[in-house]
């Protein structure tokens, strides 16, 4: 199972943890680890793009593993940026675990 951990104190993002496999299909088929993983880098990818954000990443060798941490001390129009981006990414993998709970779970420390 992916398990997505977003930590949110006061409402704002500052880091989420994706850890796991899906094991829905075999390796190559696997929609939802291809899904989970296509918005989790899209996000992390679009902070690097749009904003002046150089967020804190660890990978896993082996894959299955992905941390990024939003620096506190960003400019507020960074973090509202930041923000929307990171909203985005918990709104899309909110429809992928409605559909496929059984392979992913989020988890939201607020």
Same mark, same amino acid.
């Given at each position: 199972?992916?398990?997505?951990?977003?930590?949110?104190?006061?409402?704002?993002?500052?880091?989420?943890?994706?850890?796991?496999?899906?094991?829905?299909?075999?390796?190559?088929?696997?929609?939802?680890? @291809?899904?989970? /993983?296509?918005? &989790?880098?899209?996000? $992390?990818?679009?902070?690097?793009?749009?904003?002046? #954000?150089?967020?804190?990443?660890?990978?896993?060798?082996?894959?299955?593993?992905?941390?990024?941490?939003?620096? @506190?001390?960003? /400019?507020?129009? &960074?973090?509202?940026? $930041?923000?929307?981006?990171?909203?985005?990414?918990? #709104?899309?993998?909110?429809?992928?675990?409605?559909?496929?709970?059984?392979?992913?779970?989020?988890?939201?420390?607020?």
């Amino acid at each position: 199972m992916i398990k997505v951990v977003f930590d949110a104190p006061q409402e704002r993002i500052a880091s989420f943890t994706l850890s796991g496999h899906a094991n829905f299909a075999k390796k190559g088929s696997d929609i939802v680890c @291809a899904g989970v /993983s296509a918005v &989790s880098f899209g996000a $992390v990818n679009a902070i690097m793009s749009l904003t002046d #954000v150089k967020p804190e990443i660890e990978q896993g060798r082996e894959g299955g593993y992905l941390r990024c941490a939003i620096p @506190a001390n960003i /400019s507020p129009e &960074s973090e509202e940026k $930041v923000q929307l981006l990171l909203n985005g990414m918990l #709104v899309s993998l909110q429809t992928i675990e409605r559909d496929y709970g059984k392979y992913m779970k989020i988890i939201l420390n607020q």
